[in-house]
């Protein structure tokens, strides 16, 4: 591992594709980056698996066992950050992490943490965004990675990439589609945020090129 990689933490509560995407881009050099912490707040998920395949140190904090949600958010928060901040992450990764961020994790990560949504925000937010975007109808969907807020789904916009919607399309054939696109787009705004070429500025990101002018 490199001391010049930005040190990654990987919010995770489920299946992991994401995760693995991320971890492979590292392994291959791809994304110059370091997975330093797996955290799910659900036990015995599949991504827990992927991350200790790759050797990479992976913790359960159970949301649940802190009570009632949204009420026990800041206590499940506070262990959260201690955890992130004793590992040494310098970007959080939400990847098919599935609790809404509060302000303990705001405070100490604000524009540090970012998350991928299967949607072209700001259309469907929320939990069901393959499923609004067939009902509505739309002939373009796809994904965005973004600078996580207070809001549902709605901070500034890293990266974004569309997906058309083919004549019958399924629920789980779209989000079969949106996937592929995920699995590229994740990668391709970290690596963007680790070669400091997405700045924050207000609700918009400047995207730099390569020899630091606007792309
Ligand atoms: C992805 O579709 C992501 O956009 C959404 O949750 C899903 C997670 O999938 N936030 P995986 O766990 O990375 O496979």
Known sequence: MSASKLKLGVLVSGRGTNLQAIL?????GEIPAEVT???SNRPGVPALDRAQKA????LTIPHARYGKWPECRAAYERDLVRSLTEWGVQLVVCAGYDRLAGETLLDAFRGRIINIHPSLLPSFPGLHAQADALAYGVKVTGATVFFVDESLDGGPIIAQDT???EEGDTVESLSARILEVEHRLLPLAITLIAQRR???EGRRVRILDKSGGAS
């Open 24 to 28: 492979d881009g590292c392994a291959r």
């Open 37 to 39: 912490v797996v955290i």
């Open 55 to 58: 050797g990479v140190p992976a």
């Open 163 to 165: 997906v058309r919607v």
């Open 198 to 200: 997405a700045v924050l």
